[in-house]
């Protein structure tokens, strides 16, 4: 109607949201914007806040994108609605800012005096300007613009996880092997455990262009098209490592189960043919043990294992116990001529177990994360057209922490020659030399 007014509107992509398929909405506006909202009782919130912002990222196509909803504090719409701690709010801001949003806003400036929304915070609070979420809003305008020559840089990523918002859909219906399988539960499995080595990874469509990673993990992506299951395949034979995740390559766009064994479209990558997916109770896990150099120790399953076949593949972990004793539960096969690999885990590990995998999977890769951080320290990399590069460092600990890092560092004006260290909770955006 009118092509030369730019348009948009406020998705909701986090990990909860999901009656919309953003990823088919997203080409449709000029500028990709999110609303995004921490859920109290997550300990983690932090690390999804992180995938949420990924995705928005994925959704603009690379492209910085807008925060244009996020609360200041408490909501209004949980059961139980804590106050966000001292410095969250700050972070949670620089983490979008990191993973490529270009403007941070709020619902709401001035908080309602009535209404259904009157204790959500805001901007300015009930209580007005002497309060410490004022102060932590101005703060934050302060520090935004110290870092305004960030705007228009992106994030380069080297790993991607991929993500499907029918896949999540049909991977949920009922009459299914689980009905406790939640696809999402999955999809941060394995983003987890990329975020606590700092990687930066690209939550994209299936059919994204590949090309330009080392790294596809590829969860629980239950339905898949033909031609996205080959987009997978072709990034392997390109020289990449693929990992992929149980109940993937199931059914086809129509939720037509593909005959012969599963993972379906993903058999004759994976080296592998599962003949019946052994479920388990509730409370029931197995143990399971690595057998070599990729990947060593004793990990757990629970909820999900497989009767899985080595067609090609080899054997990096298998049943300790029960039933399966024996047969593979992580396998990897080489691919290609270029180096390439594809890794399969055909049970639900327990954290330490998918860690391992993950860790195995980025060796093969020959990926490390933006920096050598302590747990629980963020680092993302921005990179600007002219060869700037700004490392944001967000630091979700209770302990100060000490990264490398050289340049100049933008919130404090403060130099920073080989290491800076932050205090607990603290942040630091560096101008890197």
Same mark, same amino acid.
């Not at 009922?174 to 999955?186: G, V």
């Not at 396998?331 to 860690?355: E, F, K």
């Not at 990179?383 to 990264?403: E, I, P």
């Given at each position: 109607?009118?092509?030369?007014?730019?348009?948009?509107?406020?998705?909701?992509?986090?990990?909860?949201?999901?009656?919309?398929?953003?990823?088919?909405?997203?080409?449709?506006?000029?500028?990709?914007?999110?609303?995004?909202?921490?859920?109290?009782?997550?300990?983690?919130?932090?690390?999804?806040?992180?995938?949420?912002?990924?995705?928005?990222?994925?959704?603009?196509?690379?492209?910085?994108?807008?925060?244009?909803?996020?609360?200041?504090?408490?909501?209004?719409?949980?059961?139980?609605?804590?106050?966000?701690?001292?410095?969250?709010?700050?972070?949670?801001?620089?983490?979008?800012?990191?993973?490529?949003?270009?403007?941070?806003?709020?619902?709401?400036?001035?908080?309602?005096?009535?209404?259904?929304?009157?204790?959500?915070?805001?901007?300015?609070?009930?209580?007005? *300007?002497? &309060? #410490?979420?004022?102060? !932590? @809003?101005? /703060?934050?305008?302060?520090?935004?613009?110290?870092?305004?020559? $960030? =705007?228009?840089?992106?994030?380069?990523?080297?790993?991607?996880?991929?993500?499907?918002?029918?896949?999540?859909?049909?991977?949920?219906?009922?009459?299914?092997?689980?009905?406790?399988? *939640?696809? &999402? #539960?999955?999809?941060? !499995? @394995?983003? /987890?455990?990329?975020?606590?080595?700092?990687?930066?990874?690209? $939550? =994209?469509?299936?059919?994204?262009?590949?090309?330009?990673?080392?790294?596809?993990?590829?969860?629980?992506?239950?339905?898949?098209?033909?031609?996205?299951?080959?987009?997978?395949?072709?990034?392997?034979?390109?020289?990449?490592?693929?990992?992929? /995740?149980?109940?993937?390559?199931?059914?086809?766009?129509?939720?037509? =189960?593909?005959?012969?064994?599963?993972?379906?479209?993903?058999?004759?990558?994976?080296?592998?043919?599962?003949?019946?997916?052994?479920?388990?109770?509730?409370?029931?896990?197995?143990?399971?043990?690595?057998?070599?150099?990729?990947?060593?120790? /004793?990990?757990?399953?629970?909820?999900?294992?497989?009767?899985?076949?080595?067609?090609?593949?080899?054997?990096?972990?298998?049943?300790?116990?029960?039933?399966?004793?024996?047969?593979?539960?992580?396998?990897?096969?080489?691919?290609?001529?270029?180096?390439?690999?594809?890794?399969?885990?055909?049970?639900?590990?327990?954290?330490?177990?998918?860690?391992?995998?993950?860790?195995?999977?980025?060796?093969?890769?020959?990926?490390?994360?933006?920096?050598?951080?302590?747990?629980?320290?963020?680092?993302?990399?921005?990179?600007?057209?002219?060869?700037?590069?700004?490392?944001?460092?967000?630091?979700?600990?209770?302990?100060?922490?000490?990264?490398?890092?050289?340049?100049?560092?933008?919130?404090?004006?403060?130099?920073?020659?080989?290491?800076?260290?932050?205090?607990?909770?603290?942040?630091?955006?560096?101008?890197?030399?």
């Amino acid at each position: 109607i009118t092509p030369d007014v730019p348009i948009t509107t406020n998705f909701m992509m986090s990990s909860a949201t999901k009656g919309m398929d953003y990823i088919g909405w997203g080409p449709e506006v000029d500028v990709v914007a999110n609303d995004h909202y921490t859920i109290a009782s997550d300990e983690a919130r932090h690390i999804e806040l992180a995938f949420s912002a990924d995705l928005s990222r994925g959704i603009a196509g690379g492209r910085p994108w807008m925060l244009m909803e996020h609360s200041t504090s408490a909501v209004n719409w949980q059961p139980r609605n804590r106050p966000k701690l001292p410095g969250e709010m700050l972070r949670n801001s620089l983490a979008h800012v990191a993973r490529g949003a270009d403007a941070v806003m709020f619902f709401q400036w001035r908080q309602s005096k009535a209404g259904a929304e009157k204790f959500h915070s805001s901007m300015l609070p009930h209580a007005g *300007r002497d &309060t #410490d979420v004022w102060r !932590s @809003t101005v /703060t934050l305008g302060e520090t935004l613009k110290k870092i305004a020559p $960030v =705007v228009g840089s992106t994030v380069r990523s080297r790993a991607a996880l991929l993500f499907d918002y029918e896949a999540w859909w049909a991977s949920e219906l009922d009459s299914h092997p689980t009905q406790q399988l *939640r696809y &999402t #539960d999955e999809v941060l !499995s @394995t983003y /987890t455990a990329l975020w606590n080595r700092g990687v930066s990874t690209d $939550v =994209v469509h299936p059919s994204a262009d590949l090309s330009g990673y080392d790294l596809v993990v590829v969860p629980t992506l239950y339905l898949v098209s033909d031609e996205d299951a080959a987009n997978v395949a072709a990034a392997a034979e390109r020289g990449a490592t693929v990992l992929v /995740t149980y109940f993937s390559g199931i059914v086809d766009v129509n939720d037509h =189960v593909r005959l012969g064994g599963y993972p379906g479209a993903f058999r004759e990558l994976l080296g592998v043919s599962t003949e019946e997916f052994y479920t388990l109770q509730e409370g029931e896990t197995v143990r399971l043990s690595g057998g070599g150099d990729a990947l060593s120790g /004793t990990f757990s399953a629970d909820l999900w294992t497989e009767k899985t076949h080595l067609v090609g593949a080899t054997a990096v972990a298998t049943y300790d116990e029960g039933p399966l004793t024996g047969l593979p539960a992580v396998t990897r096969a080489d691919v290609g001529t270029s180096g390439g690999s594809a890794w399969y885990v055909g049970a639900r590990l327990d954290t330490a177990g998918i860690a391992a995998v993950v860790d195995a999977a980025l060796a093969d890769a020959g990926l490390t994360g933006e920096a050598d951080v302590p747990a629980g320290v963020e680092v993302v990399r921005r990179h600007a057209a002219d060869g700037t590069s700004y490392l944001f460092v967000l630091n979700h600990t209770g302990a100060a922490a000490t990264v490398k890092a050289t340049g100049t560092e933008m919130v404090e004006g403060s130099a920073v020659d080989g290491a800076l260290t932050l205090p607990a909770g603290g942040v630091a955006v560096v101008q890197e030399s």
